[in-house]
């Protein structure tokens, strides 16, 4: 068994939740923080750092939403004797350009590449389930997703997925230094074939419509979101649309040794879930 500790940061969230149970089945000693854990995390509260950092080696780190605290945290956990550590990001990150989407992926990106650490910078697409889930699922539902996306697809990846790829590369010290994985489905979908074959198989009527970015924009204002967090998610189709992301990779099956999991099997278990019943 190893003794080593790995922190892993964001521990109830999609994708922090998952890699701390797998870690806990490869019998790693793991230390879940985020601000409702037992183990208290807020990116905005550096006091409580340390405590976190405690005889930690590893970490998997979500960055915050705001660009600048990954700089701090990354000088900490060095001072704390931490030795590794595996950053979520986004896909093609390095095709962004002055696109006002993903600014603090990009900063904590810079934060870990000019550190002492051993480093691993995982760059997912677009989650399958955030069509199951939030913000996805409860228009899907409702019989219509409207979204500022065209024929631009996306290569989809599957969470259990990144999941998977990041509770081996937490695995694997030395194996995975200096590498940036590029996670993806096995092919692109627009957004409209993604509803499509959600119907399909759901039996459900669900339709896609393409808005502006403006109209949608003012939608999600509407339903509750902040104007910065509307703003941010905009900004991600207008991105989109130019393509820069559309691309897939092997880098699923680089690290794990077989292929990533295809949208439709995600459609067909989430069907059986009942994701989408009114």
């Known amino acids: 068994m190893n003794d080593d500790i790995t922190l892993v940061l964001g521990a109830t969230g999609n994708t922090g939740r998952r890699v701390a149970a797998r870690l806990r089945l490869r019998e790693t000693p ?13 990116w905005f509260h550096p006091a409580g750092w340390d405590r976190v950092l405690r ?5 998997y780190v979500v960055p915050p939403s705001v ?22 990001s986004g896909h093609g990150a390095d095709d962004w350009g002055d696109s006002a989407f993903g600014r603090h992926m990009r900063s904590a990106e810079d934060a870990v590449r000019g550190s002492t650490l051993e480093w691993t910078i995982l760059r997912p697409s677009n989650f399958d389930q955030n069509f199951d889930g939030p913000p ?30 990041a509770a081996t590369v937490l695995s694997e010290p030395g194996r995975h230094a200096g590498r940036v994985y590029e996670l993806t489905g096995p092919h692109a979908l627009t957004w409209a074939e993604a509803v499509e074959l959600i119907s399909r198989a759901s039996g459900l009527p669900i339709a896609y419509r393409r808005v502006s970015p403006a109209e949608y924009t003012a939608t999600l204002v509407q339903e509750g979101w902040s104007e910065g967090e509307a703003q941010e998610l905009t900004e ?6 130019r ?25 067909l278990r989430a069907t059986a879930a009942k994701a989408w019943q009114r």
Request: net charge negative; hydrophobic share 50%.
């Open 67 to 88: 660009p600048g605290p990954v700089h701090d945290f990354v000088m900490r956990a060095e001072a704390a004797g931490m030795r590794r550590l595996v950053l979520l």
């Open 136 to 165: 996805f699922r409860v228009p899907l539902a409702a019989g219509e997703l409207a979204l500022p996306a065209g024929a631009v697809p996306e290569p989809f990846i599957d969470l259990e997925d990144v999941a998977d790829v």
């Open 243 to 267: 393509g820069v992301t559309a691309w897939t990779t092997n880098d699923v099956a680089t690290v794990l040794g077989r292929a990533p999991r295809t949208f439709e099997d995600f459609v």
């Open 236 to 241: 991600m189709f207008v991105l989109l649309e």
């Open 55 to 59: 005889e930690v080696t590893t970490a």
């Open 30 to 42: 793991v230390r879940t923080a985020s601000r409702s854990s037992p183990t208290p995390f807020d």
